[in-house]
């Protein structure tokens, strides 16, 4: 291509073209290159010429925009209603599968009790946020996503009341095998990612940090503190620094690898700004986490409470 600059706004570019029968196709289009004052950073995006007309317009436009326009409105279909009534069933079935095999594996006794909750604990809700793109962004799309875990509020209640008996639930989800368990962690659990949904949604950085860590936090603190926490806490021996830090990084690490999934599709912009606040707010909810008051109340009820107010105040 050779493009010879007939103005300061327009150029001609001569095409050549190599077909299979060895011969060479030469065509001239004129091109306009406009830059709207708007946009401080531009990129060049060409369109397509109309049948009335052979030249092509290249227009400036920054990143941001740019990744607006390549990223479709809804993935599943047109409409964006059915497309987010299909993610909701896509999502649904992914992280209902999951709950169902750790079901199995507590029944089955394939793993400690208290390990087996955790994983519980750590996969669903950053499972279940993967599943967040698949949703359009019309309205519908976050009240949709909130349904997953606003089932799993209902399920609590019925299972915690003892209105209706899984065994199967109580044993992957509680402490020491008590239904009633399930009115207290694993209802905050899905109580806070179904508001984070709801409220936050994929283009806040609360619901990140809120979710990331309440889900990676919280639980491989627990993983690693049983493990390693031999030197405990002075002002809480329930608690180990080996159990805090992997709770700090753990948090940090994944609200950070979300960041720049949710940045990929073009849900955020990803900074230094936004990493260095994820880093304040997973040392402070760890911070919070480690008080006497943290295990009296419930951790899955002080680590989104404080991931949100700290959020809020950073972000």
Not at 101 to 123: C, G, I, P, W, Y
């Amino acid at each position: 291509m050779i493009c010879r600059s007939s103005s300061s706004t327009t150029f001609t570019c001569c095409f050549q073209r190599f077909d299979p029968l060895h011969r060479f196709t030469h065509i001239s289009i004129p091109i306009s290159l406009t830059k709207p004052s708007s946009f401080s950073t531009p990129f060049l995006t060409l369109f397509k010429p109309s049948s009335s007309s052979s030249s092509l317009t290249l227009t400036t436009q920054p990143p941001q925009a740019r990744r607006k326009f390549a990223l479709p409105a809804t993935m599943l279909h047109q409409n964006p209603l059915v497309s987010d009534i299909c993610a909701l069933a896509v999502s649904g079935a992914i992280a209902f599968s999951f709950l169902r095999f750790f079901e199995e594996t507590a029944k089955r006794s394939l793993f400690d009790q208290k390990l087996n909750r955790k994983l519980v604990h750590v996969s669903i809700g950053l499972i279940f946020m993967l599943c967040w793109p698949l949703y359009s962004s019309d309205g519908w799309g976050p009240i949709l996503a909130s349904l997953i875990p606003g089932i799993n509020i209902i399920r609590m209640l019925v299972i915690g009341l003892g209105i209706y008996k899984d065994e199967a639930t109580v044993k992957s989800m509680s402490r020491f095998g008590d239904y009633r368990e399930l009115l207290k962690g694993p209802l905050y659990y899905a109580a806070t990612i179904t508001l984070a949904s709801i409220i936050y949604w994929r283009t806040s950085p609360i619901s990140i940090a809120a979710i990331c860590n309440l889900c990676a936090g919280d639980g491989l603190a627990d993983i690693v503190g049983r493990r390693f926490g031999d030197k405990k806490i002075p002002y809480n021996r329930n608690k180990s620094y080996a159990g805090s830090i992997a709770m700090a990084a753990a948090g940090f690490l994944t609200s950070v690898g979300y960041m720049s999934y949710f940045s990929w599709f073009g849900y955020m912009e990803g900074s230094l700004k936004l990493v260095l606040g994820f880093l304040v707010v997973s040392v402070v909810t760890a911070l919070v986490e480690s008080l006497p008051i943290s295990t009296e109340l419930d951790d899955n009820l002080t680590v989104p409470l404080t991931s949100i107010l700290v959020g809020t105040v950073i972000f």
